[in-house]
């Protein structure tokens, strides 16, 4: 396994501004996880986790990293903490056959946690949600 330089991966680009150490530190609050099914070009589903991280989860209009991994397996997710380092580690190179990430929060021992095939990152901007009844 080797740790992963989040500044090579796909969508960093449209990101760097907001994580131009190319670390996570500073949006490490959950503004969302949604899970989705897809269909690729060949018509076969597969699934996509999507993470949003804000600075200020009171904040509205403020930018968000949205990150999505592709055809995450194993997934241990604890959504109500706060990510504390969010680290991803290549596991190409050693032939995993989960996926070719893993994905964890290196400093705290949450259960937080998940391998993928990809991952790609976008730029968002938080929207107030209001529950309805």
Known sequence: MVPVNIKKCSGYNDVA???????LIKYKQIWSIR????LDESG???????LELTQDRKAYDIPIVRIIFEKPTGMILCPGNDLVQLSIDDYKIDGWEHGNFKVYDAE?????????????FERGRQKPRFITK
């Open 17 to 23: 501004d907001l994580l131009p150490d190319g670390l």
């Open 35 to 38: 899970y989705e099914h897809l």
């Open 108 to 120: 705290m021992d949450t259960d937080w946690e998940l391998f993928c095939e990809a991952i790609h």
């Open 44 to 50: 076969d589903l597969y699934c996509q986790l999507i």
